[in-house]
């Protein structure tokens, strides 16, 4: 049983020739932990600013339901703003150190941090609504300005003008 095979004979290395593909080896290995420690660091990083930008998206949305789900607001002798619904008292924003705090019946709750300013900017004309101003400083010694306009009270509805309308006229 003699096969036409071609039998490839691997010579055997001499001891430097070992020792140096083991030190290249090594130094790949290296290279590659190095790499895989890098991505794992660059993965963390993004997963921490996505977790606090997702925060403030959270404080964002929370303070505009309660800012423009009101029809007034008012500010009390410590600077807290206290927002109506229909002359009910429905939540009060104050800020506390650099925190913004809102407090909707007996519930307080931390929304925002690194607010250096909290102001109402009052309107001079009737038709335009107040607007709540909230200065946020950041880490990076960046700033921004958020601004909600809360909306101008209405005295009627519209399906309450629809209905008065309504009455007046007959159909026949």
Known sequence: MNDNRNLHVIKAFTLTELLVVMLIAGII??????G???VHRIVLDK????????????AYYHLENVITNSDSV???ENNNFIFYMESDCRSSL????SFLMVKL???????LKNVSSLKLIKSELPY?????AIDITYRDTSSTCWKFIIPVAVE???AQTMEEKEEDSRYE
């Open 29 to 34: 290995m290296l290279g590659i932990m190095e």
């Open 36 to 38: 895989f420690r890098l």
């Open 47 to 58: 997963q921490t600013r996505l977790t606090e930008n997702m925060d403030v998206y959270d």
């Open 74 to 76: 008012a500010v009390d």
């Open 94 to 97: 104050y800020r506390e150190n």
């Open 105 to 111: 019946v007996n519930i307080t709750d931390t929304v």
């Open 128 to 132: 335009i609504s107040d607007t709540v």
């Open 156 to 158: 009627k509805t519209f």
